[in-house]
Nanobody
Framework: QVQLVESGGGLVQPGGSLRLSCTAPGYIFSLYAAAWYRQAPGKQRELVADLGRGGSTTYADSVKGRFTASRDNLKNTVYLQMDSLKPEDTATYYC???????????WGQGIQVTVSS
């Protein structure tokens, strides 16, 4: 089931930037831990960024220093700013919200990011 709506993907040249957005009207984001995952063809799903409840964020080594995840609870939106993109970043990206308390785990539909010349 798709509960979150993602946008901002597309085709970008190496070294370029994209910002992914993930929204879920009707859900209170402050009650969820947020994360971004990605899955490239033929590879396992990878945790890209894990936004902690206290505002701390953990990044995969492969994107550290290039990607920045953030959230705006008032807008019910999670972002993934991707800079200095590389072809290896090509994947389908998924946002994820996990409730701190009772509730359903929420997933985005997946959005394609392609980095190519």
């Amino acid at each position: 089931q798709v509960q979150l709506v993602e946008s901002g993907g597309g085709l970008v040249q190496p070294g370029g930037s994209l910002r992914l957005s993930c929204t879920a009207p009707g859900y209170i984001f402050s009650l969820y831990a947020a994360a971004w995952y990605r899955q490239a063809p033929g590879k396992q799903r990878e945790l890209v960024a894990d936004l902690g409840r206290g505002g701390s964020t953990t990044y995969a080594d492969s994107v550290k220093g290039r990607f920045t995840a953030s959230r705006d609870n008032l807008k019910n939106t999670v972002y993934l700013q991707m800079d200095s993109l590389k072809p290896e970043d090509t994947a389908t990206y998924y946002c994820n919200l996990r409730p701190y308390y009772d509730g359903d785990v929420l997933w985005g539909q997946g959005i394609q990011v392609t980095v190519s010349s």
